[in-house]
């Protein structure tokens, strides 16, 4: 057990480091397939990006689909103004109030990263009905050190550049971890974890294991949705994170998970 505990980290904490909001998959696919190879008898790379690792047990059926997602939530640049601001565009679901003085690194078109702040307006200079209104992502902005826009184009970056949240994974005491992506980088490992028991004893597998890491979840569900026609299982079993309600401000009522009690199956969309 403890062996798994220390591969289940280590694997979470690669993932956490890799780059790939949706439709820019490469860094974390990569890493997902260095990570995967050991457990399974073939891997293959659909059109649309998505890994299917396949594990063979004694007979073909039933063919068993497990699957997570590889993407995170992230943004594209779509504005760079004269004095070398971005803007930026959200790719997922966002709460602006989680963003402001927070770190990001933007990935070039060479492949590099450039790292920024996400600014806001000053709170010293906020009219009073400024102060009362939501934060929007509109009302935002990135600072990479350019004074003029000539600056931010010969970083590489442009329109449409991809943009990801810059945070270190940590460990916390009471074998607690804290980093970037883990919706859905948790449930890849996971499913790797699964895959790493099970193919210590693959001669007692009925049927054909599908480890299928998917793309673009945070855009809707695209990568899901073509693998399941690829592989058109028997069963499939979708692995994904949900809200840890044990934190101060949630009642009794709303209390439906804890961290550490196990896992949530769900019976329905809230």
Do not use: C
């Given at each position: 057990?403890?062996?798994l505990?220390?591969f289940l980290k280590?694997?979470l ?11 820019y998959e490469?860094g ?9 190879k050991?457990?399974?008898d ?14 063979h047990?004694k007979s ?5 689909m497990i699957?997570?997602h ?5 943004f ?5 103004d004269?004095k070398?601001?971005?803007r930026?565009?959200?790719v ?10 927070v770190?990001?690194k933007i ?7 450039v790292?920024?702040i996400i ?5 010293h200079i906020?009219k009073?009905?400024?102060?009362s209104?939501?934060i929007t992502i509109d009302d935002?902005?990135?600072?990479v ?8 184009e010969?970083?590489?970056i ?7 949240l810059?945070?270190n994974?940590i460990?916390l005491?009471?074998?607690?971890v804290?980093g970037l992506a883990?919706?859905?980088?948790s449930?890849?490992?996971?499913m790797l974890?699964?895959l790493?028991?099970?193919?210590e ?6 049927g054909t ?8 979840e945070?855009?809707?569900?695209r ?5 399941a026609?690829?592989v ?15 934190v ?12 550490g009690?196990?896992p949530?199956?769900?019976i329905?969309?809230?």
């Open positions: 057990m403890e062996d505990k220390a280590d694997a904490k690669k993932m956490s480091e890799s780059f790939g909001i949706p439709g490469d974390i696919r990569a890493t997902i397939i260095e990570l995967m050991p457990f399974v073939e891997i293959k790379v659909d059109k649309l990006g998505n890994i299917i690792g396949v594990l047990g073909e059926k039933p063919k068993i699957a997570a590889m993407d995170q939530i992230g594209l640049v779509k504005h760079i004269e070398g601001f971005l930026l565009t959200p997922g679901g966002w709460d602006a109030r989680t963003l402001l003085n770190r990001v990935l070039t078109k060479d492949g590099k990263f790292h920024g600014g806001s307006k000053p709170p906020l009073e009905e400024e102060k209104k939501p935002l902005f990135v600072d050190g350019a004074t003029k826009k000539e600056d931010v010969k970083l590489g442009r329109v449409g550049s991809p943009v990801i810059d945070f994974f460990e005491p009471n074998d607690r804290s883990f919706d859905d980088r449930g890849v490992a996971v974890g699964a790493k028991l099970l193919s004893e693959k001669d007692k597998i009925e294991v599908y480890a299928v890491a998917t793309v673009q945070e855009v809707g569900l990568g899901a949705r073509t693998s026609f690829s058109n299982p028997d069963v499939g079993i979708a692995i994904d994170v949900t809200i840890a309600a044990d101060p401000g949630v009642g009794d009522q709303d209390k439906i998970t804890e961290l009690k196990g949530a199956i769900t329905m969309d809230a």
